[in-house]
């Protein structure tokens, strides 16, 4: 029997207008809406919607807008697809807390403001810091890794075969960049993103984030949730908090993570939220996977169509 695991968006993936569409078709979609402003006491949901692009890019307004339109593209495909079951979830970074609300360990409005605070924690951390990251397409692992010692960054993203993220210091990752392309990477791009995460540089979030987190009720799991940092299911709830604070400076092992599902039988994947970069990366890790993505009305009724056959 196919095995189901569904996937949450991460930093990166946010753009003016994400939702927006789903609250006008959807009236449990706009209720979540009003919700999530009513739990953060501001606007949130016009920021999606028409927010700029500048606001929308920072660390305080992408991370809870993407936990937000992720969650209410989970939602309405349960609406949708009375029999939708999944045996995991996983997410990319900021994805991580979607991933755990999802398997009930926290509540809906509990990961929304952890989201939040977890993107004011490092905002801050990118103001103090003169950070940035790049992709770096088309160069192995080893390569990538010797570039970065050289260069005096970090390998913050390990995503899929021949795409992985750098992070560190602005001067630093041009460097890095100017060297990936001596090496032969085919680009090595840099990412519209306020600072450098998963690297050394975040270091101030994490106390902060650790006072955030112990205020949390987890509860345990439902079902397996992959940890970035172990790219392995949380295996008790003490652990969760402790790998969410690792997290923000740890490199995130998604094709692991992915590779570790594969090999448990999963063939199915659910991408939830803005844009399609994680169903991107599945491709190039597992080009035989079953893959689905919700992000907007039309990807909602496809998603939906498909699974119901």
Excluded at 111 to 117: A, P
Excluded at 281 to 296: E, G, K
Aim: proline share 5%; aromatic share 6%.
């Amino acid at each position: 029997m196919s095995k189901t695991a569904l996937l949450f968006a991460g930093q990166g993936a946010q753009t003016v207008g994400m939702g927006q569409d789903l609250a006008e078709t959807y009236p449990a979609a706009r209720a979540l809406f009003d919700r999530a402003n009513e739990a953060v006491g501001y606007d949130l949901a016009g920021i999606c919607f028409q927010g700029s692009e500048p606001e929308l890019t920072k660390t305080e307004n992408a991370q809870p807008g993407i936990y937000l339109v992720s969650w209410v593209a989970f939602q309405l495909l349960k609406e949708q697809v009375r029999t939708l079951n999944f045996e995991a979830t996983a997410g990319l970074s900021l994805g991580e807390t979607t991933a755990l609300a999802a398997a009930d360990v926290m509540s809906f409005e509990e990961g929304l403001k952890l989201v939040r605070q977890r993107g004011r924690f490092m905002q801050e951390a990118c103001e103090a810091t003169q950070g940035a990251m790049a992709a770096i397409i088309g160069l192995d692992e080893e390569p990538t890794r010797e570039v970065c010692a050289q260069a005096g960054v970090e390998l913050a993203n390990l995503n899929c075969p021949g795409q992985m993220v750098i992070s560190g210091q602005l001067e630093k990752i041009n460097q890095a960049c100017e060297l990936a392309r001596a090496r032969g990477a085919k680009r090595a791009v840099p990412l519209p993103v306020a600072g450098a995460y998963h690297s050394a540089l975040m270091t101030s979030a994490q106390p902060k984030l650790r006072a955030a987190l112990a205020e949390v009720r987890f509860q345990p799991p439902t079902v397996a949730v992959i940890s970035n940092v172990t790219a392995r299911p949380h295996s008790t709830v003490a652990e969760i908090p402790a790998l969410l604070a690792e997290q923000v400076t740890a490199p995130v092992r998604w094709e692991e993570s992915m590779r570790f599902l594969v090999a448990q039988g999963f063939t199915r994947f659910i991408e939830l939220g803005p844009g399609r970069a994680l169903s991107g990366f599945m491709r190039r890790i597992d080009r035989h996977a079953q893959l689905f993505n919700v992000a907007d009305a039309a990807s909602l009724l496809e998603t939906a169509r498909a699974l119901s056959d």
